[in-house]
């Protein structure tokens, strides 16, 4: 069993620290044992990996949430480095994975393996595969560790039924740069109903997490409204475990999407 890990073993741990959440994470959980299982590591010391990953996470700490202590120099290197770069990150992690395992991706240059996401789907070839799996490897990505932070709750409603929840772009993915599409603080964990609305500026979250009802709903004669949408008019959201909404993002959804796309 090696002792010392290495930059790449630390990469696939802190791509899995982002996708589960922290306090359910444990030596039997699932994604744990099979990252453990690629690597050929305890599935005790991914755990304590992924703890290690924890004490340097300011959400964590300002939720009196404290990782481990013995930490490495490597450790802080490595979250250093990919810290706000989920992108690479990600499919950094794919990359390390697909050569562990000895699999590869069917639309990716064999100079440069990944492992496969669908290997049903015909993608073209040459620059475009490139792109197709980033694209897919970040979407992914983000979409894991958003629901992840918010434990797969929505955040206006409470709602717990993980398969109706969508990790919803705050700032629009069209409007996006590559990284801003990956990075889950660009995230909000909705219902579908709710991500709909959110999406078309009937609602909105400010930078300090109260809810916004747009005018258009509150104008709207259904007593429907009043069970769906404007019981939660002024509440805050429930913040998540990590990741938590950068105010940047907030402000650009409250003030070039809210009570304007509805309208289009």
């Keep these: 069993m090696p002792n010392n890990w290495t930059r790449e073993e630390e990469i696939v741990v802190l791509d899995l620290y982002c996708k589960i ?12 044992i099979k990252i453990a299982n690629i690597l050929g590591r305890t599935p005790s010391a991914v755990n304590m990996k992924i703890g290690n990953f924890g004490s340097f996470d300011e959400s964590l700490k300002k939720q009196g949430i404290v990782g481990l202590t013995n930490v490495s120099r490597l450790d802080k290197e490595i979250w250093d480095e990919f810290n ?11 990359q ?4 562990r395992t000895g699999k590869s991706m069917p639309y990716i240059d064999t100079t440069n393996p ?6 049903t789907i015909d993608i073209p070839l040459g620059k475009e595969r490139v792109a197709t799996v980033k694209q897919r490897v970040n979407q992914a990505f983000f979409r894991k560790a958003v629901l992840a932070s918010y434990n797969s709750t929505c955040c206006i409603t409470g709602l717990t039924i993980a398969d109706l929840m969508i990790a919803s772009h705050i700032k629009p993915w069209r409007d996006c740069t590559e990284a801003e599409r990956t990075n889950p603080r660009n995230g909000l964990c909705l219902n579908a109903l709710h991500d709909k609305a959110f999406d078309r500026g009937l609602l909105t ?4 997490g109260k809810i916004h009802i747009s005018q ?8 429907t409204l009043q069970e ?11 913040f998540p475990e990590k990741f938590m909404p950068d105010k940047i993002f907030l402000e650009y959804h409250n003030d070039m999407i809210f009570e304007k796309r509805s309208y289009q």
């Design 21 to 32: 959440p922290f306090q359910k994470s444990s030596k039997n959980h699932s994604e744990v």
């Design 84 to 94: 706000d770069r989920w992108d690479e990150l990600s499919l950094l992690s794919e």
């Design 114 to 119: 990944l492992q496969a996401l669908d290997s």
């Design 96 to 99: 390390i994975i697909a050569q």
């Design 228 to 238: 769906y949408f404007l019981r939660y008019d002024n509440e805050n959201i429930r």
């Design 216 to 223: 258009s709903i509150k104008m709207t004669p259904n007593k």
């Design 205 to 208: 979250v400010t930078p300090d």
